[in-house]
Every structure is written in C-alpha cells, then in structure tokens.
C-alpha cells in the first residue's frame, strides 16, 4: 500500500534526484557497484547523510560493496514517481504556460501536461505540441474526463487565487503553483510553489554579498 | 554601499516576493496604508514573521498605520532586485532552455537573457525571439563583450558539471542551475538550484500520503 509509506522530509526528497542523476550515470558507465562515500564525494553530500536518506526508501548498501547500482536506480524512480504517469492540467498558456508545455522534460518525469486552459480567445481552441487548449470555465466541466489530478498555476499573479479555487472544485487534488502567490486551501489539497522568481530574488541577494 | 547589507536567511527572502505581490495589487487598488496583520491575513503567513522578515530590509510600519504601500513596494522590488538589469546567458537551449528564453516573466524580474550557447549545429547562428544562439565552445571569447555575469544551466544533466566549470572559467559568477545535477565550484561563485524535477517528485509523494 502506498498510503503507508512512511514521511520523508522534504530536503531528504530534494536530494533523491541528485542520487538518482549520479547512479544513473554510473549504470550507463557499466558500474555494478558504488558506494555512499563514492556518491559523497561526487556530489559533495556527507555520505552518512545519504545512506540516511536512503534508508527512507528501505535501501541498504551491503559492508565492503556498496549499493548496486541498478537496484539503487529503480528504488530510487519507484520513489520518485518519475516513470509514472501523473496527468495535469497547465491553467494558464501565456509564456511560462506554453514553455513549460513545450518543455519535453517533465514527461520524461513523469508529468503528463494533458491540456491546457486560458482566458484568452485567441488561445482557446488551438494546440500547443499537441495539447489543446480550452476555455478556463471548461475545467469543472472536462477534468474528471482528462483524468487530471494536478494543476500547474501559470496564471499572472493578481488571478492565481480565483484559478486555485476554481481547480480545487473541479476535483483537481494538487497544485503546482509557479505564481509568488501564496495559495491557500483545504489541507488535503497538496501545493508544491516553484517560484522561480524567488529564487532569482535568492540569487541576486547573494551575488551582491559575494 | 550594496556589500555592507546584513545577510538576509533564504526563507525570507523566498517570502518577500509574496508581500511585493500582496502590496502591488493593494497599490493598484489605490489602498495607501496596510497593517501586517492584513498582510498575515491575505497571505496566511504570522503577523511577527512579516515585520520580522520587512526588518531586514529596514522597513519599519507606524504604531496603529502601519505600512505605506507605495513605500513597501519600492523597498521590496529594490531589495529583491527586480528593476535592475542582471545580464545572463542561457547555457543549452533545448526544450526547457528555448521555454525560459521565451518566458517574457524573467525579464520582469530583472532577468535579462542577452544569448543562448549551445552544442547542436542545428540551432547555432539562429536566433530565439530575438536572443542569438552561439556555439558553446564560444562563451570563453564571448562573455566580456556580452556583459553576462550569470549563466542559466539548462543542458542535459550529463552535462551539466562541463558546462558550469566552462562558465565559471569564462568568468561567470553566478550559477542558475535548472538541472539535477549538484554543482560543486569555488566558494566565490553562486550556486541557485531551481531542480523543477526535485520538486514534482515532492509533490508526488505528498499527493501519496494524502
């Protein structure tokens, strides 16, 4: 059963992809083996933090060998969910919306962008690679047909608190939220906020200090 | 002087861009006073943590007034940077490269993508809404005259370690990592991970347990 898997924190989490990205490495390198020290020193994480993260997943290296590697890539994509596939809706097709549609690399991690949804009329009723796009005061009406069950926010800001609850009831159950909006909802919603100009604002701030 | 500013912790300058979202729209609607307390309301963030978080940029509300609006706003978008011109080149403009190109949001931000490198014969000497791409092998002798001092990293994870050492020896110092890939370098340089991928498989597993 999923529901029982146990919580894993979410810097845990965030490093996983990391672990998963040098293991992945290794297996087309034909490594058979590898062990924490050796991801250590390749990643530059302390190795007792790894092989503490990844006794989250139940994965244990054996004394003298390590890890092997194949067993270690497959735990580590059963995990992550990266070769699942989770259908969601891109509400909202301006320049973000539509890049991130056009971005082939989420379905490569599992995200399947199977329409998107705008306000603008000249938008409606167009593809973008193939995924169309529909009114916004569709969604309530096609999301359970879509199969949906995430929504990325990649509205302008000032409409992102009407589009999150307009998801919401229509049945979405996650939403990935790319405005600085800070969205709140029912708690088991789930909201994961990439703002990524945020971490620009991050970035700015230490350079200046440097 | 820019240097002698107090080092702010990354939580809450991840917050700020709320409260400059929060204070533009009260701005636009002609509100001229705001407490924390409505800001903590409309953001659902402590009261505390906001004046604790404003502090820092030495913004200070009036007892039973509270904050200007138009002044909080200048402050913040000062303090985060978001009207300067930070120059920047985008390192591979595949699929997530040529979307965060297109993405007319970061040059709001301040982020001006000035051109593109690339490996692909295909895609060099050609132009991305109007940002040259060049051979990668070029930003050495292209930096200077370009006036970039960041470098957006968006090549395939393999990748992604050549590509940041080549940066930072063209004289890149600043870092903006799209790729899983953990980047070690020299302390002077800034690092900014924005692992979109880590933070779907977050999302993911918090979708699970729910």
């Not at 097709?93 to 991130?100: D, I, M, P």
């Not at 995200?111 to 009329?121: E, H, K, R, Y």
Request: glycine share 8%; proline share 4%; with cysteine.
């Amino acid at each position: 059963m999923e529901n029982t898997e146990i919580y894993v924190p979410e810097p845990a989490i965030g490093r996983l992809p990391w672990y998963l990205a040098c293991v992945s490495r290794l297996r087309a390198q034909g490594v058979e083996y590898v062990s924490s020290t050796a991801i250590s020193q390749e990643l530059n994480v302390d190795a007792s933090q790894i092989a503490k993260d990844l006794s989250y997943l139940n994965i244990k290296g054996k004394t003298r060998i390590g890890y092997e590697v194949a067993q270690l890539e497959r735990g580590l994509l059963d995990f992550l969910g990266f070769h699942r596939d989770h259908k969601a809706v891109m509400m909202g097709v301006g320049s973000l919306g539509a890049a991130l549609i056009a971005d082939s690399g989420l379905s490569r991690y599992g995200l399947n962008i199977v329409a998107g949804f705008d306000v603008d009329p000249a938008l409606v009723g167009t593809e973008i690679d193939g995924t169309p796009i529909y009114d916004l005061a569709e969604l309530p009406a096609r999301r359970e047909a879509l199969g949906a069950e995430i929504a990325v926010i990649a509205v302008p800001v000032e409409s992102a608190a009407e589009v999150a609850e307009l998801c919401v009831n229509s049945g979405i159950k996650a939403l990935w939220n790319f405005t600085p909006f800070h969205i709140r909802t029912s708690p088991d919603i789930t909201i994961q906020n990439t703002s990524i100009y945020a971490h620009l604002a991050v970035m700015y701030n230490r350079m200046k200090s440097k």
